[in-house]
């Protein structure tokens, strides 16, 4: 494999993803296994302990609803996820250039595997917290629970953004919504309700 990365500056660009987000890859992997990945996100389901049970009102679930098609590849975005996809955009590129495409198919195949990784990393994790059904975590102990904005929610409903909620020594990552004023990233919330068991209402604090 001959990594030219003079006469083709895509390849450095491809090999430094690849190694990059290869090392953080499985970087994470290690701290899975030796249980040192203190934050168990939200965004891949592990609220489904919560229960599955919307507490939102009708209208309320409507309104969520009506967002939730232009937010698919919001949703699926996460650290977990960005790190894949990195990574497997650089192995795409990769292999298409060593492969002997043109700089554009290499492009192409770069973009459908990060695209590729990002959900097949998102559903896996995503299957992975469904099985978690100890009831570890209960709506009664995630109601009431602090945290911080982690992306800025809009106001009234009108969108979902994400918070980092302290449960049971464990840092969760869930999305979220607020009735109120738009939140900030960084502001101190505590959460009002479940909408889903990946989505809840939250007020500043």
Same mark, same amino acid.
């Given at each position: 494999?001959?990594?030219?990365?003079? $006469?083709?500056?895509l390849?450095?660009?491809?090999?430094v993803?690849?190694?990059?987000?290869g090392?953080?890859?499985?970087?994470?992997? !290690?701290?899975?296994?030796?249980g040192?990945?203190?934050s168990?996100?939200g965004?891949?389901?592990d609220?489904?302990?919560? %229960?599955?049970?919307s507490? %939102?009102?009708?209208?309320?679930?409507? @309104?969520i609803?009506g @967002?939730?098609?232009?937010?698919?590849?919001?949703k699926?975005l996460? !650290?977990? $996820?960005?790190?894949?996809?990195?990574?497997?955009?650089?192995l795409?590129?990769?292999?298409?250039?060593?492969g002997?495409t043109?700089?554009?198919?290499?492009?192409?195949?770069?973009?459908?595997?990060?695209?590729?990784? !990002?959900?097949?990393?998102y559903?896996?994790?995503?299957?992975i917290?469904?099985?978690?059904?100890?009831?570890s975590?209960?709506?009664? $102990?995630?109601? %009431?629970?602090?945290?911080?904005?982690?992306?800025?929610?809009?106001?009234?409903?009108?969108?979902?953004?994400?918070?980092l909620v302290n449960?049971?020594?464990?840092t969760?990552?869930?999305?979220?919504?607020?009735?109120?004023?738009e939140?900030?990233?960084? $502001?101190?919330?505590?959460?009002?309700?479940?909408?889903?068991?990946?989505?809840?209402?939250?007020?500043?604090?």
């Open positions: 494999m001959n990594f030219d990365f003079i $006469t083709s500056p390849m450095g660009i491809y090999f993803c690849a190694v990059f987000g090392t953080l890859l499985i970087l994470q992997l !290690l701290m899975m296994i030796f040192f990945g203190g168990d996100s965004d891949f389901g609220g489904g302990d919560v %229960g599955g049970e507490v %939102g009102d009708a209208g309320s679930d409507a @309104h609803g @967002h939730s098609q232009t937010m698919d590849l919001f699926v996460s !650290l977990r $996820t960005i790190i894949a996809g990195i990574t497997f955009f650089g795409g590129g990769l292999a298409g250039l060593t002997g043109s700089n554009l198919i290499s492009v192409i195949l770069a973009v459908a595997s990060g695209l590729i990784a !990002l959900y097949v990393v559903y896996l994790y995503l299957s917290a469904n099985l978690k059904s100890d009831g975590i209960s709506e009664k $102990t995630l109601v %009431g629970s602090f945290g911080n904005v982690y992306i800025k929610i809009p106001a009234e409903g009108t969108g979902i953004g994400k918070v449960q049971q020594g464990r969760m990552e869930y999305e979220a919504i607020t009735s109120g004023n939140l900030k990233t960084g $502001t101190p919330i505590i959460v009002v309700r479940i909408i889903s068991p990946i989505t809840v209402e939250v007020k500043p604090c």
